[in-house]
């Protein structure tokens, strides 16, 4: 049974950090490509950050050089570090795997 869960999510200024985790479990963090997607109510879903299985990374060009997407293999978790946020960030954030799997969403909010 594969669970992907969130954490991390919370208000924040614009300019703040945040560090958005996802603890996997009957599932292999480091074998398999992650990605980080969000929504804002009314729009879809949009693709954030991606890894692949061999570690090659590709952000959404809103984020490009201030999200960071890294996995923590010893601890089963993909992380998603967010710097210099601005509140068009704010949307819930989820994490999904390889086989569509999705966390339940953690809500980030920039004011």
């Known amino acids: 049974h594969v669970q992907l869960v969130e954490s991390g999510g919370g208000s924040v200024q614009a300019g703040g950090s945040l560090r958005l985790s996802c603890a996997a479990s009957g599932y292999t963090v480091s074998s398999y490509c992650m990605a980080w997607f969000r929504q804002v109510p009314g729009r879809e879903r949009e693709g954030v950050a991606g890894?692949?299985?061999?570690?090659?990374?590709s952000y959404a060009d809103a984020v490009e050089g201030r999200f960071t997407i890294s996995k923590d293999n010893a601890k089963n978790v993909l992380n998603l570090q967010m710097d210099n946020l601005n509140p068009e960030d704010s949307a819930v954030y989820y994490c999904v795997n390889a086989y569509n799997h999705w966390g339940q969403g953690t809500q980030v909010t920039v004011s």
């Open positions: 890894i692949e299985d061999d570690g090659r990374i």
